[in-house]
């Protein structure tokens, strides 16, 4: 079995073709093991952790809200919330007539330590932004996206930085890696399952 972390850039597509032939970039122009899949999605427009394996099983668990493994964000969004909408997004909040579940929400006094987006955001001098630490245990399409505006404060950029135990340790966007034998325990562990196949020795690659 072949289990993949890669840091994905911003506007590239979570899988490896364009499904819709519009010569976007791909994981393919990274990754060069096509025999693995992406575990779950993240959003052409969202950066950041992607696990990829060819283990259906752990794929399964991964992306099955019953096991409730915590995924972590750096969100930017406009303004700076309030505590109502802090609270708001904790407590859950109406995204197309249903309610999200509970988050982990919190205001960051300091910009986290990302590397420049491809694409810088646009910046408008009359209105602030502010930086959300997120975790999601539940995995709606735009979920975060949704969630901020609904609370009236619109994502500008969005990053995943962890998924359970794996995180983006030393990596840079475009880079991926095999899991070490220990982070792959760890991720067994926070999905209640360990017997499974020991990882590959893990190595990297860069994009080209």
Known sequence: MRYLIFFKPYNVL???????????????????APEV???????????????LTD??????????????LPK?????????????ALTALRRGVIVKGQKT?????????????????SIPIRV????????LRMVLREGRKRQIRHMT??????????????IGPLTLRGLAPGEWRELEAAELA???????WSDRPSARTSRRSASP
């Open 124 to 131: 408008r001098a009359t209105i602030p932004t502010a930086w």
């Open 14 to 32: 979570p899988s490896f073709t364009d499904p819709e032939s519009q010569g976007r970039p791909t994981l393919a122009q990274y990754i060069s």
């Open 72 to 84: 972590t964000y750096f969100v930017q969004v406009e303004n700076v919330p309030t505590e109502a």
């Open 186 to 192: 760890a991720l067994r562990r926070a999905l209640g």
């Open 149 to 162: 505006a609904a609370v009236g404060h619109p994502t500008l950029r969005l990053v995943r930085v962890a």
């Open 101 to 117: 579940a509970p988050a982990e929400v919190e205001l960051l006094t300091v910009e986290p330590d990302l590397p420049p987006r």
């Open 55 to 68: 283990d259906g099983q752990l794929a399964h668990r991964l992306t099955h809200p019953r096991y409730h």
């Open 37 to 51: 899949y992406p575990a779950g999605r993240l959003d052409y427009d969202s950066e950041g952790l992607m696990l």
